[in-house]
């Protein structure tokens, strides 16, 4: 198994490609200048894993040519297999839980397991903050507190919860964009000129033609923040519909 780096000057992300996380991984090297080892999961099950891994490369590649103080920083990526993580009846137990109470995608199931499995501690996971969150999706936020890493303000599971349902699935994982928009998120993205990178970010789960759908979840969550220009005219016509 590769060696997992913890020291507190290095950061263990999970990467997407897309643009929560790719704008964290942006954070830790370009200002924080922390090393970083990147983390993807392949789902064999999604549409878009190509895509992702596909945009993961285009990115690393402007980020070496742009940057190239990042060569030294930018650890290989890991690639774990979904299917290849451990059962957990704790974990898998805890998630339905939270399932029957509201809505909470199936990789957080997983993901959990695969830290616990992995021992992994503190891998930063790139959730945004929603200005009108919907009432019916699990909603991190009651559960955390907030802490300073000496780089920047970091949320974790509250101690108080670590030994409920909810700290069950989170405790292992650190969250540190959780106090911020998507349009925060690009005001600094503008602010800092990393628009030629963030433009290479992936978002779309049901790819048509290696163009985003505009009918999935991610393509219509996109159209409503404002990123309706990065869907093809004519599929933006559908994450208009769909977001009425």
Same mark, same amino acid.
């Given at each position: 198994?590769?060696?997992?780096? =913890?020291?507190?000057?290095?950061?263990?992300? $999970?990467?997407?490609?897309?643009?929560?996380? =790719?704008?964290? +991984?942006?954070?830790?090297?370009?200002?924080?200048?922390?090393?970083?080892?990147?983390? /993807?999961?392949?789902?064999?099950?999604?549409?878009?894993?190509?895509?992702?891994?596909?945009?993961?490369?285009?990115?690393? #590649?402007? +980020?070496?040519? #742009?940057?190239?103080?990042?060569?030294? $920083?930018?650890?290989?990526?890991?690639?774990?297999?979904?299917?290849?993580?451990?059962?957990?009846?704790?974990?898998?137990?805890?998630?339905?839980?939270?399932?029957?109470?509201?809505?909470?995608?199936?990789?957080?199931?997983?993901?959990?397991?695969?830290?616990?499995?992995?021992?992994?501690?503190?891998?930063?996971?790139?959730?945004?903050?929603?200005?009108?969150?919907?009432?019916?999706?699990?909603?991190?936020?009651?559960?955390?507190?907030?802490?300073?890493?000496?780089?920047?303000?970091?949320?974790?599971?509250?101690?108080?919860?670590?030994?409920?349902?909810?700290?069950?699935?989170?405790?292992?994982?650190?969250?540190?964009?959780?106090? $911020?928009?998507?349009?925060?998120?690009?005001?600094?993205?503008?602010?800092?000129?990393?628009?030629?990178?963030?433009?290479?970010?992936?978002?779309?789960?049901?790819?048509?033609?290696?163009?985003?759908?505009?009918?999935? #979840?991610?393509?219509?969550?996109? /159209?409503?923040?404002?990123?309706?220009?990065?869907?093809?005219?004519?599929?933006?016509?559908?994450? /208009?519909?769909?977001?009425?």
């Amino acid at each position: 198994m590769e060696a997992v780096l =913890t020291d507190s000057d290095h950061v263990n992300l $999970l990467w997407t490609g897309g643009w929560d996380s =790719t704008f964290q +991984l942006l954070r830790l090297l370009l200002i924080q200048k922390r090393s970083v080892s990147p983390f /993807y999961l392949i789902d064999a099950k999604r549409a878009s894993t190509g895509e992702e891994i596909l945009a993961m490369s285009r990115i690393k #590649n402007m +980020l070496l040519q #742009n940057y190239p103080h990042t060569k030294q $920083l930018l650890c290989p990526t890991l690639f774990y297999a979904v299917e290849d993580i451990s059962e957990d009846a704790d974990i898998t137990g805890a998630y339905k839980s939270i399932r029957q109470k509201n809505h909470i995608g199936s990789q957080y199931d997983w993901l959990a397991r695969f830290c616990k499995e992995k021992s992994l501690f503190d891998i930063q996971l790139c959730v945004e903050s929603y200005n009108n969150p919907d009432k019916k999706h699990f909603n991190i936020d009651d559960f955390l507190t907030e802490q300073h890493d000496g780089y920047q303000d970091i949320y974790y599971i509250d101690d108080r919860f670590r030994d409920t349902e909810e700290g069950e699935v989170f405790s292992r994982f650190s969250f540190p964009i959780i106090n $911020l928009t998507k349009s925060e998120m690009l005001k600094n993205t503008n602010e800092n000129m990393w628009g030629d990178i963030m433009n290479l970010t992936w978002f779309c789960h049901s790819p048509s033609n290696k163009k985003p759908c505009g009918q999935c #979840n991610p393509c219509v969550l996109a /159209y409503r923040e404002g990123f309706g220009s990065r869907i093809p005219f004519r599929n933006r016509f559908k994450a /208009y519909f769909r977001s009425r």
